[in-house]
């Protein structure tokens, strides 16, 4: 059964650091791995697909890395700000049962002014 | 476009009551349809999702239930609600492609008591 992880559950850094958020899987039978921002109170926001085939992918300040055959994702924020305020969840899309993403139970991420 | 419509937005039930939420998209045909529980602490569930109209697939065994009436619309009900039943529910959409980007509504907030 897939079981995805992030670590860590919340973290709070000062405005402009650079940061990594982590996610892990335990099958690499994958199609894809998707992030996600979610606001409080609010749906998710898809902020970046990664195909099982691909090594990353950017957008903007962000990053998304995906090493498949350790079972890892990382999303590389840069230059943070207030703004990136928010939850962060990944999803895998497995191959067995693709119409079922697997969510991570998320990063609460504060950045402080 | 990609958007989602659910309402209401907030909802608050008494228990043994029962619950009609709605999920209306626009664009592409024929999409995946899917209903989705996030509860406090928990991380999100898969709950229905729809592959065409008529078309439910149960994922959890519970005193919900999905129907998709018409290709762009899916509706979750209850006839008497649990006060497990509390959470935000969203609704998602694909295109069915394993490869797809999955897009989520603005979700509904349901306090049950």
């Known amino acids: 059964k897939q079981e995805v992880t992030q670590i860590p559950a919340a973290l709070s850094v000062p405005e402009g650091e650079n940061l990594v958020l982590n996610c892990s899987f335990t099958?690499?039978?994958?199609?894809?791995l998707q992030w996600f921002r979610q606001d409080p109170g609010k749906g998710l926001t898809s902020l970046l697909l990664i195909q099982s085939s691909q090594r990353e992918q950017t957008s903007g300040r962000l990053n998304a890395s995906l090493d498949k055959s350790s079972g890892r994702s990382t999303l590389y924020i840069a230059a943070s700000q207030p703004g990136d305020s928010a939850t962060y969840l990944c999803?895998?899309?497995?191959?067995?049962?693709?119409?079922?993403?697997?969510f991570g139970q998320g990063t609460r991420l504060t950045i402080n002014p | 476009s990609q958007t989602i419509h659910q309402w209401p937005a907030t909802l608050v039930q008494p228990v043994g009551s029962p619950l009609s939420l709605e999920c209306t998209v626009e664009g592409t045909s024929n999409p995946n349809l899917y209903w989705y529980r996030q509860a406090a602490g928990r991380g999100l569930q898969l709950l229905f999702y729809?592959?065409?109209?008529?078309?439910i697939s149960s994922e959890v065994p519970q005193n919900l239930s999905a129907s998709r009436p018409q290709d762009r619309q899916f509706i979750l009900s209850s006839k008497k609600l649990l006060l497990s039943d509390s959470g935000f529910y969203l609704c998602a959409r694909d295109r069915g492609l394993s490869t797809d980007t999955q897009y989520f509504g603005p979700g509904t907030r349901l306090t049950v008591l």
């Open positions: 999803a895998v899309r497995p191959i067995q049962g693709a119409q079922k993403l697997v």
């Open positions: 099958d690499s039978a994958i199609y894809n």
């Open positions: 729809s592959v065409g109209i008529g078309q």
